[in-house]
């Protein structure tokens, strides 16, 4: 079978990728649900990884403008989340009011930075050549020895610092990095090898733990300055601070559970196989 050369690769690739998150940023505009969040927040970073294999001067500006709106929806998904995890876990717990301010807040930062993003989403227009710039023949596959190997061995030595639960430092920086190598391995296809489909598998797994515990550290840090604001307001802060000590126990439960089951020894299988393909 002929293998796919890297300049039709890159025109497949960005052209798909492209028309859905320009698609998605006109749906966002319209209604900014947490559906639709998600999905462009999705849209927008597999696009960046595209964009990282496929880096085309013609689509420079798109590239800008696109990383400008992942951070902004980014920020709105965390928010979003945010907002759930607080309704949940203050069931029960007896509230003075502190706990609704603090919801009203989110919603109001939720949209504030959603006006500020909206004419940007509108604006957005599909930018990507009709025709790519030719370039070398390669077969596109080769670009796996170059783009996975460097992301598989920046997990493996993120991997200790999660047995520290205090640091969320860690956590943040494997989340990250598995969620890229997730979405390269996406590029690459089953062209990759038949366990592709395994370690995506494998990579949602670990993201969706980490992301777990990321989501904990982003409401803690909400909480403690919404806290910290009350107490300078005089108020006493006190379902805040059982709330707190709720999501931190949260946090260190489920962090122990992670210990205790994570696995990252695929990321070995796809540095291997990555490796086999010749430059």
């Not at 960005?14 to 505009?29: P, Q, W």
């Not at 990507?128 to 710039?133: A, G, Q, R, S, T």
């Not at 670009?143 to 991997?159: I, K, N």
């Not at 709330?243 to 949260?250: G, K, M, N, Q, T």
Request: glycine share 6%.
């Amino acid at each position: 079978m002929q293998q796919e050369t890297y300049w039709k690769a890159a025109s497949r690739i960005l052209g798909e990728r492209i028309t859905r998150f320009v698609r998605l940023c006109r749906k966002t505009a319209s209604r900014a649900t947490e559906e639709n969040i998600h999905d462009l927040r999705v849209s927008a970073r597999r696009l960046a990884a595209a964009q990282a294999v496929f880096d085309l001067e013609e689509l420079a500006d798109l590239k800008r403008a696109a990383s400008r709106i992942r951070r902004s929806i980014g920020k709105i998904r965390d928010l979003d989340v945010a907002i759930g995890n607080i309704r949940q876990f203050a069931e029960g717990v007896e509230d003075s009011g502190e706990i609704a301010g603090c919801v009203r807040q989110l919603s109001s930062n939720r949209r504030r930075i959603l006006r500020k993003l909206r004419p940007s989403l509108r604006l957005m227009v599909l930018k990507v050549p009709l025709v790519v710039p030719q370039g070398e023949e390669r077969p596109f596959m080769t670009e796996a020895r170059v783009y996975l190997p460097p992301l598989v061995d920046g997990a493996q030595g993120l991997e200790l610092g999660l047995r520290s639960p205090e640091n969320s430092g860690p956590v943040h920086r494997l989340r990250i990095r598995i969620k890229r190598l997730r979405y390269r391995i996406e590029l690459f296809g089953s062209g990759l090898d038949d366990r592709s489909e395994r370690w995506l598998e494998s990579c949602k797994r670990v993201q969706d733990r980490l992301g777990d515990l990321h989501d904990r550290d982003v409401l803690i840090g909400i909480l403690e300055k919404r806290w910290e604001q009350q107490i300078g307001q005089g108020h006493d802060g006190r379902a805040l601070s059982r709330l707190l000590e709720d999501v931190w126990r949260d946090r260190h439960r489920r962090n122990a559970e992670m210990l205790r089951t994570l696995s990252l020894g695929f990321l070995e299988e796809i540095r291997q196989r990555a490796l086999e393909f010749q430059v």
